[in-house]
């Protein structure tokens, strides 16, 4: 079967597969006032919220000074989780076409029950089982990796959300037959791509690892249209806009020049939050809320727990301009600070942000190209949907992913934008901390696009 027929069944079969797994096990998150969350405390003296382990993660106080941005100082809560964990995903070659290990994985944030994760997705401290819970399935092929590595780096996490966070994205493609135990299953690289069309239904973590893996296949001479062309702007050597080592060279000038600070500040001392009715929320009623929540499940390591979480007000809009440059895809990255990332700056997408929380700000504040993005012609779109993000610490986190392509340059000789082809964001992806979290979901998503370029029906 193939076409749209097939896809369209694809997306069913799994769409029935996650229902079934929902049906063999069990979540359910309710909000509870923060003070009654069992294992977790409130410093006395800071009034930054901990696990009793000491272990998972802590929500601290940040105090930001940016003097050139649109918002010049700010403080907020921040997620606090300084160990690494590892996302990993298992390939296997059948006659030549690349499969996964996809797990259904049912997180407390999550919108619309399982969704399709990495086959290993585990903090330092839940596959060293504080929890004292079960065993994290394969974990072993990733730890000791056994197989031919095709991806191992260590990559951000949301920067504004998260403090330093960072995980191991790593694909190990094994030769010898893996069964799929309960909950995993094997399906086609294509079929997995094509999902991502589908609102809610890949996870974050499974598309930052899909955004890291080399090119599977390309574009078959004389094949045409959208999808082709994004095979064809993947490989090495086509014409850039910018040279490499250009790129790297503005990078590496505006994380040395750019004036953030971020400092630790006790939650209990942020300015303009109040902590009231069991929650942290912003005094405009903008950004994002600290709640607790309470959890019961089965199927997971452990079958309940209590924790906090980000909940954000609003959903965001994420999305990447794409032009053709001497027959070469490019995308206007922007290079974008956060307070919580590693390295001062990381490659964004062009427009990145939540409208509602610029509503109070004046017009110069705002995202640039952000009114753009919001009215561009149906005919220019090549990929919109609304996905999840990271269900474990935010609660029904959702962003409108988009691809618009255009046939000219809107910020010409803008300092903080630049071109960069799709096989020059392949090259970054080989290392750490050059394209945020955002950035790697919509280059997944455009990975997907080079099998077929259509958003059916089906997926909608």
């Known amino acids: ?5 097939g896809e369209e069944a694809a997306i069913i079969d799994v769409r029935g597969w996650l229902a079934e797994i929902a049906g063999h ?5 309710t909000r509870v006032p923060l003070d009654e969350l069992t294992g977790w405390r409130e410093d006395p003296e800071t009034g930054d919220i901990r696990h009793r382990s000491g272990r998972f993660f802590t929500v601290e106080g940040l105090d930001v000074r940016h003097p050139a941005g649109p918002v010049t100082s700010w403080t907020q809560p921040i997620i606090n989780q300084p160990e690494a964990g590892i996302l990993g995903i298992l390939l296997k070659r ?7 290990l996809m797990q259904a994985k049912n997180e407390p944030g999550n919108v619309g029950g399982p969704q399709l994760s990495p086959t290993v997705q585990a903090t330092r401290s839940n596959y060293t089982r504080v929890h004292e819970g079960r065993r994290v399935p394969y974990l072993g092929f990733f730890r000791e990796p056994r197989g031919r590595v095709l991806v191992d780096v260590r990559q951000s996490e949301q920067g504004a959300w998260f403090y330093r966070k960072r995980n191991r994205n790593m694909v190990v493609e094994v030769a010898a037959h893996v069964p799929a135990a309960e909950g995993f299953r094997w399906m086609p690289l294509r079929h997995v791509h094509e999902l991502l069309a589908v609102p809610d239904l890949v996870n974050m973590d499974a598309r930052t690892v899909l955004a890291c893996l080399p090119p599977q296949g390309g574009a078959r001479d ?3 249209g959208f999808g082709a062309l994004v095979a064809r702007s993947r490989v090495p050597g086509r014409r850039a806009a910018h040279g490499m080592g250009e790129i790297l060279s503005w990078l590496s000038g505006l994380r040395s020049t750019t004036d953030i600070q971020a400092r630790p500040l006790a939650l209990g001392r942020l300015r303009g939050w109040r902590r009231a009715g069991g929650r942290i929320a912003h005094d405009t009623g903008r950004f994002f809320e600290v709640i607790g929540v309470r959890v019961r499940a089965h199927g997971r390591e452990v079958g309940g727990w209590d924790q906090p979480m980000i909940a954000p007000v609003g959903t965001g809009v994420v999305a990447f301009l794409v032009m ?3 027959g070469v895809l490019h995308a206007l990255a922007h290079a974008r600070a956060d307070p919580g990332y590693t390295d001062v700056v990381e490659l964004a997408p062009t427009v990145q942000c939540t409208p509602g929380n610029y509503d109070h ?4 504040a705002r995202p640039p190209l952000l009114t753009e993005v919001l009215a561009a012609r149906p005919d220019s779109v090549r990929f919109d949907t609304v996905l999840s993000e990271e269900g474990g610490r935010f609660y029904r986190a959702r962003n409108r992913y988009l691809v618009v392509e255009t046939d000219e340059d809107p910020l010409p000789g803008h300092p903080d934008f630049r071109w960069l082809a799709l ?23 455009l990975h997907g696009l080079t099998r077929d370029e259509r958003l059916t029906a089906a997926a909608r």
Do not use: K, W
Not at 1 to 5: K, P, V
Not at 426 to 445: F, I, K, M, Q
């Open 1 to 5: 079967m193939t076409g749209a027929r």
């Open 25 to 29: 096990t069990f979540m359910q998150a």
């Open 94 to 100: 059948v006659d030549g076409v690349p499969y996964l």
């Open 222 to 224: 004389g094949d045409e």
């Open 324 to 326: 053709r440059i001497g």
């Open 361 to 364: 700000l004046p017009p110069r």
């Open 423 to 445: 096989h020059q964001l392949d090259e970054l992806l080989r290392h750490s901390y050059y394209l945020n979290v955002e950035a790697r979901t919509l280059v997944a998503c």
